[in-house]
């Protein structure tokens, strides 16, 4: 009796089991919330960038190499709006002045990990109409010079045909005349600029020049540290999402040079893509799609994608999409173990809590650590940053952290990185009113 | 052995159950705080919001009952939205003549750039600005343009997400009530 039950039950309870193994794995790929505890962030006060009364917004962090953190972020211009540019009466009727669309680019830098700031330098030598949102201004370094990019509107105001501008640090602590990148006015937008390994600058961008058959390309630049273009404006892809921000990252002492991007085909169908470049960026190779999401969206996702890279050589990226049905919409992760050939099957970090295009980015540590930040609703219907990281190896999520307690809605945040410091700064809105918030956590590396 | 047979088929039950439920499970987790069922869809009422306008007064939906509604989300910064607001705005100028209304609701976007865009681009139609994103959300828009078609009694009739064409606004419009 016992040897027959033994001979009757024994497979039923190996094969149970392995339901139940392959079940807790299979349940691990989609829900990467019950995986082990990994490091869960203590981060500091708040404190807050720019001047309140104008309306800070649009950060953009970065560490210079000798450890100073820099921030540039935008902020309204004082000078009213010319009263010829007044809108049409019927749409302000109240008699005042409307408020001026004009901006400037701010600088500024904290040399105790973000706890106290220089006074901002304005960047902008006139005064433009510095764009934000996804398009906001960056800077880069060479030693302890700034260099700072971005997008102003093309002549007629149109923010969809813009210029790329650009300006450096001046012998007396101030920044230059700024220079247009673009060589045909009015075509560029989500411009990036990135110190290569070999010493220069490389700035990309989303350019129009060209029509048709596929509508945005992307347009890279050379400039060497004094300033000087070392060569001209040069297309390496075509058929980008017109309105999503670039990622970048770089390998083999700026040999090899990764770019992510929003494609858009004839469908509308948007997925992201790696671009590879194995000589210095002078040229890439073919797209490699980082994962099928079958978004079909002929509206502005306004949302691009972020890579890191290890010290392992595997490509991190993370981006939001919503798949091909609402339930699928989230932040969503992969990593490519074979220097961008192929990547993993996508990983949901989050899913969306509302309807909303999220933001994502990250940012890898010195000890493989990826630390990814996006935005998302609050149980109270407001948008508000998370934090969450992936241990080294990738296997273990840490819990999802709400790091904002925006009143209104927090949104586009930024990473920073440095030895033991992690940096992250958003822009929180609340009505006509925008202010920018920094906050910083110690993080073992 | 009849209580092997059973013990042998709960098991196997048990097994196979849990393979097939984990990833609903799995899903679950994360759809807890997920979208909720569409309340914006054609034939649904249309969410009731109350905005300001460009020079702060007050605009909603019910400001518009009892006549056709098109309602247009758009930004300063979206290209297909400037590409369709030739249309969107030709649409408004004879919206008066042929018996309905306009309304532009301007999302993730700040009223300074608008006003300049209004200028820029002529707008003859009032502009409601949804600048803490909550009409944009109640209407599911995941990224600007979208076009809501509503009836007099505010029930959304047709739905395009994207750039509009003239054979789509006039179905649109059609579908709301309009005799075109």
Redesign the interface.
């Known amino acids: 009796m016992n040897l027959s039950f033994t001979r009757t039950f024994a497979p039923i309870v190996v094969f149970t089991s392995l339901c139940l193994i392959l079940a807790a794995c299979n349940a691990d790929l989609i829900s990467p919330d019950s995986r082990p505890t990994a490091v869960t962030l203590s981060f500091g006060p708040e404190q807050r960038l720019g001047d309140n009364e104008k309306n800070p917004a649009a950060p953009f962090l970065r560490y210079n190499p000798d450890g100073r953190l820099f921030a540039v972020w935008t902020e309204d211009h004082d000078t009213p709006w010319p009263q010829a540019n007044q809108p049409a009466k019927h749409q302000h009727g109240s008699g005042d002045r409307a408020p001026s669309p004009m901006r400037n680019a701010l600088l500024a830098w904290s040399a105790d990990g973000g706890k106290t700031w220089s006074s901002p330098g304005r960047v902008n030598s006139a005064v433009e109409a510095v764009q934000g949102e996804e398009n906001g201004p960056k800077v880069a370094f060479i030693d302890k010079k700034a260099f700072v990019v971005w997008s102003i509107p093309g002549v007629k105001g149109d923010k969809t045909r813009a210029n790329i501008r650009f300006a450096m640090n001046d012998e007396k602590g101030g920044f230059s005349a700024a220079q247009t990148l673009n060589e045909v006015n009015d075509a560029a937008r989500f411009p990036i600029i990135e110190t290569t390994p070999d010493g220069n600058l490389l700035v990309a961008w989303i350019d129009r020049r060209i029509d048709n058959p596929k509508p945005r390309q992307l347009y890279l630049m050379k400039l060497s540290p004094d300033g000087k273009a070392l060569t001209k404006n040069y297309q390496v892809a075509e058929g980008l999402c017109e309105c999503c921000k670039l990622g970048i990252a770089f390998a083999d002492g700026g040999k090899t040079v990764y770019m992510v991007d929003r494609e858009v085909d004839g469908k509308k169908i948007r997925n992201h893509v790696l671009r590879k470049s194995t000589d210095g960026a002078a040229s890439f190779g073919a797209p490699v799609e980082i994962s099928n999401d079958g978004w079909q969206v002929p509206s502005c996702p306004h949302s691009g994608p972020s890579i890191g890279r290890d010290s392992r050589g595997q490509l991190h990226v993370a981006w939001f999409t919503l798949g091909r049905s609402e339930p699928e919409a989230g932040i969503y992760y992969s990593l490519s173990k074979d220097d961008g050939k192929s990547f993993a099957p996508r990983q949901l970090v989050q899913a969306n809590t509302a309807p909303e295009t999220l933001y994502a980015t990250l940012a890898v540590g010195n000890d493989d650590r990826v630390y990814l930040a996006w935005s998302n609703l609050d149980g109270g219907g407001k948008a508000q940053i998370f934090m969450r990281t992936l241990a080294p190896g990738g296997r273990a999520w840490s819990p999802i952290q709400q790091i904002s307690q925006a009143k209104g809605n927090a949104g586009r945040p930024v990473l920073a990185l440095m030895k033991n410091q992690l940096q992250v700064a958003w822009t929180e809105t609340d009505g006509e009113d925008s202010r920018v918030v920094l906050r910083s956590a110690t993080v073992g590396q | 052995m009849k209580n092997?047979a059973r013990?042998?088929r709960w098991?196997?039950a048990?097994?196979?159950c849990?393979?097939l439920?984990?990833?609903a499970?799995?899903?679950s987790?994360?759809?807890q705080?997920?979208?909720?069922s569409s309340a914006t869809g054609i034939g649904a009422a249309a969410s009731s919001f109350e905005l300001k306008?460009?020079?702060?007064k007050p605009v909603g939906l019910a400001t518009f009952r009892g006549r056709p509604l098109m309602i247009n989300f758009f930004?300063?910064?979206?290209?297909?939205?400037?590409e369709e607001m030739p249309l969107i705005n030709e649409l408004a100028a004879k919206s008066g003549k042929d018996g309905y209304s306009v309304l532009g609701i301007a999302v993730?976007d700040?009223?300074?750039?608008i006003?300049?865009?209004?200028?820029?681009a002529?707008?003859?139609f009032?502009?409601a600005l949804d600048?803490?994103?909550?009409v944009?959300?109640a209407y599911?828009?995941?990224?600007?343009?979208?076009t809501f078609f509503i009836d007099g009694q505010g029930t959304i009739r047709d739905v395009v997400?994207?750039?509009m064409t003239s054979e789509r606004a006039r179905e649109g419009l059609k579908k709301a009530g309009v005799s075109l």
């Not at chain 2, 306008?53 to 702060?56: A, E, F, R």
């Not at chain 2, 600048?131 to 909550?134: A, E, F, K, P, V």
Request: net charge positive; proline share 9%; charged share 15%.
């Open positions: 092997h013990l042998f098991l196997l048990t097994g196979v849990s393979l439920l984990t990833p499970i799995g899903r987790q994360h759809a705080h997920g979208a909720q306008s460009l020079d702060g930004a300063s910064w979206c290209d297909p939205c400037r993730e700040t009223r300074a750039a006003m300049q865009y209004v200028q820029e002529k707008l003859v009032p502009i600048l803490n994103s909550t944009k959300r599911r828009i995941f990224g600007p343009p979208a997400i994207g750039p």
